[in-house]
């Protein structure tokens, strides 16, 4: 068996019930579940619709997600999740370079190695060069003045981790900033790279071994291995390239407004919805969520 979720951005829930009818009826689904009025709901299905990309395609000119995944198993025991442009609405590093002088030139880097036309590290290691004699107090007015976090993130954690769920925030990024997001957030652990001080200065580096790709897969054997589940068990969500690796591997794995080229390579795309959509996605209802 099957379902398929249909979710729209919370922010303006414009799911159409006749909308919802009419493709429960074209696939010949069963009885329809509102998890939200007007924003997310679900029914079961057979099998897997042959037309389902086409469909995809269709909604999307609605502003509506669409999903299909096999029910079974579908409640995940463990969150990975990337951070910047993920958990939070920015790129660490481009705030940075935006303090430092080097803004445009550093998103211009940044966005090219997340869509995968850059190799990660030696592009991190381009644009953190740039950040060489950058007060290490400008990290703290980064995260005051510039970082916010992505709608649904709360909601997410406190929900999964209310069910029994474990929760790690594994980020390209640096760790003056993981830390901080896992702490509001409430994730379990996090990693990520860290961003090398000299005299309460950036030096320009950051420490070894670059925390990139693979880091992430490892991330996602180690901690699995160590909470003695199964990699099935696992929902991962990123936006970049080097987030393929987990979202491929995980049991779900959610491509997040990610960029195209990722997007492309991953089953379960969440273009409209916000941090939520992951909670739908597991069949929570939104009078379950927990903040």
């Known amino acids: 068996m099957y379902i398929a979720t249909l979710l729209t951005a919370p922010d303006t829930p414009t799911l159409d019930p006749a909308l919802i009818e009419s493709l429960r009826n074209a696939w010949g689904g069963g009885d329809v579940t509102w998890l939200s009025p007007d924003e997310a709901a679900e029914f079961p299905l057979p099998a897997m619709p042959d037309n389902r990309w086409q469909v995809w395609e269709d909604l999307q000119k609605l502003a509506v997600d669409l999903v299909v995944q096999p029910s079974e198993g579908r409640r995940k025991r463990m969150l990975l999740a990337d951070m910047d442009s993920t958990m939070i609405q920015q790129e660490c590093i481009d705030e940075l370079a935006a303090e430092a002088g080097f803004g445009e030139r550093v998103s211009a880097i940044t966005a090219r190695a997340m869509n995968g036309e850059l190799d990660f590290e030696g592009a991190l290691i381009e644009r953190v060069g740039l950040l060489r004699g950058l007060a290490e107090t400008v990290i703290d007015k980064v995260l005051a003045e510039r970082i916010t976090l992505m709608p649904g993130g709360r909601e997410l ?13 594994v980020s390209g990024g640096f760790t003056a900033f993981t830390a901080s997001v896992a702490a509001q957030l409430g994730f379990d652990e996090n990693r990520a790279n860290t961003l090398l001080v000299e005299n309460g200065a950036l030096t320009g580096d950051v420490a070894r071994p670059i925390l990139g790709r693979e880091a992430k897969i490892e991330a996602l054997e180690q901690i ?4 003695g589940i199964f990699e099935t068990d696992v929902l991962a969500v990123g936006d970049g390239a080097n987030d393929l690796g987990m979202l491929q591997r995980a049991g779900t794995g959610v491509a997040l407004h990610a960029k195209p080229s990722v997007a492309a390579q991953c089953d379960v795309r969440i273009n409209h919805g916000d941090l939520t959509a992951l909670l739908y996605l597991q069949g929570y209802a939104r009078s379950e969520f927990k903040t």
């Open 157 to 169: 954690l406190a929900t999964m981790r209310a069910n029994g769920g474990y929760c790690a925030l």
């Open 224 to 227: 699995s291995t160590r909470l």
